[in-house]
């Protein structure tokens, strides 16, 4: 089966077709987010905070991404795999991002990566197109620069906010970028970015006038609770429905209810006895293995 390409990604922009783009961070996920229909799965550095358990995704390494990226690709056979740049991976110039980019394609094998910053990325991301590497952009609330921006704000929202955010936008499509995730702005001003690129556009608290959406699973799925962003929606009740089966299997162990006979497994009475002369004592329902 052929994998989806970013010319793929760029030509349903085209076409008006919508993308489709969610997170996972392992392989048996990532397998079921491609059944579901994705067009691209990311394995996000919001792994930190879903996954790993921390309140920001500042603490997520490159060993991290690498791991998790390459359980994804496993996973998967049609979709398009993008990693993220975790924080400081590619901020420290470009030769580090190279470096980090290259991991992700070699080790991981993923088809693209995705990192933040508009304007004061956009050398990193024409390096890293140019050596053949292609890039996705992120701008808007871009969560590793969550300490700059005071919390997790809504961008763009003054005049000269929204026309730093055209030029970022304009910066990374020049740079060669092939598609920009555009988080948590208002949907007015992401309906006209979408309409002056030639680049897709994939929104998260974005608005409906994208190219495409991304999720992240464990929101949409219910996952999550530690908080829930405005801009997620529950698509389903995963969270709740473990919880129930965590409950019936606690419950059958202290029934004394599981396992049962078709879980276990049988022994011939006779090896049994020969093994434990006093098996008859195990009792008939021990030494029949059900
Ligand atoms: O890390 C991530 O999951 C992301 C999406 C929220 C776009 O960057």
């Known amino acids: 089966m052929t994998r989806i390409s970013t010319t793929d990604i760029r030509q349903m922009k085209q076409r008006g077709e919508k993308i489709v783009m969610m997170t996972a961070y392992d392989c048996p996920t990532a397998r079921l987010v491609e059944q579901g229909g994705a067009d691209v799965v990311l394995v996000g550095d919001t792994l930190g905070m879903v996954v790993l358990g921390y309140d920001s995704t500042l603490p997520v390494t490159m060993d991290d991404m690498v791991h998790h990226t390459k359980a994804a690709v496993r996973g998967t056979e049609r979709a398009l795999v993008v990693g993220d740049m975790p924080f400081m991976s590619y901020q420290t110039g470009w030769q580090d991002a190279m470096r980090n980019a290259a991991r992700l394609m070699q080790e991981a094998g993923c088809g693209a990566v995705k990192l933040e910053g508009g304007t ?20 808007g609330l871009t969560p590793q620069s969550v300490n700059q921006f005071g919390g997790f704000k809504v961008q763009g929202k003054t005049p000269a906010a929204a026309v730093q955010l055209m030029h970022d936008a304009q910066a990374l499509e020049q740079a060669g970028a092939f598609a920009i995730v555009l988080e948590t702005i208002p949907a007015p001003l992401a309906e006209l970015l979408t309409g002056r690129l030639s680049v897709p556009t994939i929104g998260i608290g974005a608005g409906a006038g994208c ?80």
């Open 120 to 139: 004061r990325s956009a050398e990193t991301v024409q390096r890293l197109v140019e050596a053949g590497i292609p890039v996705m952009g992120h701008i």
């Open 211 to 290: 190219d495409g959406q991304v999720q992240v699973f464990h929101d949409m799925l219910g996952m999550f609770d530690a908080f829930m962003p405005k801009h997620a929606k529950r698509f389903g009740e995963i969270g709740e429905a473990i919880r129930e089966a965590v409950r019936a299997y606690a419950r059958d162990v202290r029934a004394g209810d599981f396992p049962t006979a078709k879980e276990s497994f049988r022994m011939d009475p006779a090896a049994l006895a020969e093994l434990r002369p006093d098996g008859a004592k195990l009792g008939r329902r021990h030494a029949l293995g059900m």
